[in-house]
C-alpha cells in the first residue's frame, strides 16, 4: 500500500504531513475538494509528521531562493532525511508542489515525488488550515511571517545591484533631452523680450546661454558704463566683444523700459541660466552612471548616444537582445514603415546619426559605416549586460575598430580581424581584474569588520539575548537583520 507524505514550504520553515488512505483519496477527488474547506473533515485525512522551523529571515530567504530555483537546500534535505521514510519497492510517495523541485529531491534523496492527482487540492487544504494544523501558530503570526519574508524576496529580487541600475539613466536623458527643448524655447523668449530695449545684443551674442548671463549684467543698458566692462569680460570671456557689447548701448535704437518690467526679465533670465548650469550637472552625473552600467557602449559611441540606444530599447538588457539589424535603424521607426508601406529605400540609420563617425564618414560610406557602427554597439551592449566587472577595455578596442574601418574605406588600408582585438581586450581586462584583486583584499576585510561591528550591537562578543529573539520572532521587522556569521573559509577558497 501506498503512502503519501505532502511537503509544504512556509515562510515560517518547512512542514511534512501524511495522508491517511491516499488510494481510497485519488478515487473520491470530488469529495476531497469538498472537505479542504472543513477543518474537522480535513484533519481526518493529512495530521502533521514534522516541522522545522527557519531560525532567522536571512535563513528563510536564502530557503526560499533556493526553492524559487528548484534547488534542495541543506536544512530541506536533512529535514527530509529525518522524516521521509527511503523505500526500495517505492511504496512511499513525496507530493510537491513543483515538479522541478520534486525532480532535484529524487536525484538527491532518492526519494519518488509527484505533483498530480489529489496533491494540489490537498496542499490547498494545508495553506487554508496551516495555522491551525501546526502547534503554536495562530494566523496573525503566519501572515506576519509571510508579510516579512515576501517583503525581503521582492526586495532582493528588485534591488539586483544598485551601481548598475539603468533606469536612472533613461529618466536621465530624457530629462535632459526635454531640458534642451526648454531652454531654447525660454532662451527664444528672452531675446524677443530684452531684444525690444536692447535689439543690438542678439547679433553680438547670439548664444542662448550667454545671451541670458549677459542680460544679468547689463540690466538697462542706458546705465551701461565702462565700471561694468571687466563683469562682462567675465562673461562673455572675450574683451573685444565686451567692448562692442558697451559701444553697442551708447547708439541702440531700443526703447526704454520701466523698472517692473526689466525686473521680470531678469528674474526670468536667472531661471533660464540656472536651468542651463543644472543641464551641465545632469550631464556629468549621466557621465559617471554610464561609466558604471555600459562603459563599453560609452566609450564607443558616447554617454549620450549610448544612453538614448538604452531608453529607446527600454533596458540595458533588452537592447543587449537585439540583432545588430535592429540596433542600426533604433529611432526610425516611422521611416521604415513608411518605406516597407510605400516600397521606397529602408533607412540606413536612426539613433546613431548622432555619433561622429557617421559624419564623418563620406556620402557613399554612410550606409556601411552606421551597419558596422550597430554591429559594433550590440557587441558593446552584450558585453556590458552580462560582464560581471564592468570596465571600458572592449569598448575602446571596438571604438579603435571603428577608426580602423573609416580610414580602410578612405585609404584602403587593411584593419586587424575582429578575433585578434578581442583578444587582445579580454587579454587586458584580465590583467587589469588581478591587479585591482591583488589591491583590494586587505581593504575589503577591513570594511567588513566596520560594517558587522556597526550593524550588530554585541555584548562581550555576541548578539544581546533580546535581539536573538527579536530576530527569531519577528518575520516582518526581520528583513534588514544582519546575517549570521560565516565559518572560515581556506586561503584558497577565500582567494577565489
Sequence with gaps: MRKLYILFEHASGYAVFVVKQFEEIGMLLPQVEESVTDLARFRS???????????????????????????????????????????????????????????????????????????????????????????????????????????SYSRAKVKFNVNRVDNMIIHTIGLMDQLDKDINTFSMRIREWYGYHFPELVKIVPENHMYAKVTQVIKNRKELTEEKLEA???????????????????????????????????????????LAEYRERLAQYLRSKMSGVAPNLASLIGDQTGARLIAHAGSLTNLAKFPASTVQILGAEKALFRALKTRGNTPKFGLLFNSTFIGRA?????GRISRYLANKCSMASRIDCFLDIPTNVFGEKLRQQVEDRLKFFETGEIPKKNIDVMKEALEESL???????????????????????EEVPRENGQVNGKENEYLENNHAEQMDAPPPKKKKKSKSTSND
Excluded: Y
Aim: hydrophobic share 40%; aromatic share 4%; net charge positive.
Design 45 to 151: 485525512i493529512v495530521s502533521l509528521v514534522s516541522f522545522s522551523a527557519f531560525k532567522t529571515a536571512v535563513a528563510a530567504l536564502e530557503n526560499i531562493n533556493s526553492i524559487s530555483e528548484g534547488i534542495v537546500p541543506e536544512q530541506l534535505q536533512v529535514f527530509l532525511d529525518s522524516c521521509v521514510p527511503k523505500s526500495t519497492e517505492k511504496n512511499v510517495v513525496l507530493g510537491v508542489s513543483d515538479p522541478k523541485l520534486g525532480a532535484n529531491i529524487t536525484e538527491v534523496l532518492g526519494i519518488k515525488c509527484d505533483h498530480t492527482s489529489g496533491i494540489p487540492e490537498i496542499m490547498r487544504g494545508i495553506r487554508f488550515h496551516f495555522h491551525d494544523l501546526v502547534k503554536g501558530f495562530t494566523s496573525h503570526s503566519a501572515s506576519v511571517a509571510q508579510l516579512g519574508l515576501g517583503h
Design 431 to 453: 590583467i587589469s581584474v588581478e591587479r585591482e584583486n591583488k589591491e583590494s583584499p586587505k581593504k575589503k576585510k577591513k570594511d567588513k569588520k566596520k560594517k558587522r561591528q
Design 362 to 366: 563620406g556620402a557613399k560610406d554612410k
Design 232 to 274: 562682462l569680460e567675465e562673461t562673455v570671456m572675450d574683451s573685444a566683444k565686451a567692448q562692442a557689447i558697451i559701444d553697442a548701448s551708447k547708439s541702440s535704437m531700443g526703447m526704454d523700459i520701466s523698472l517692473v518690467d526689466l525686473m521680470n526679465i531678469q528674474i526670468f533670465a536667472e531661471r533660464v541660466v540656472s
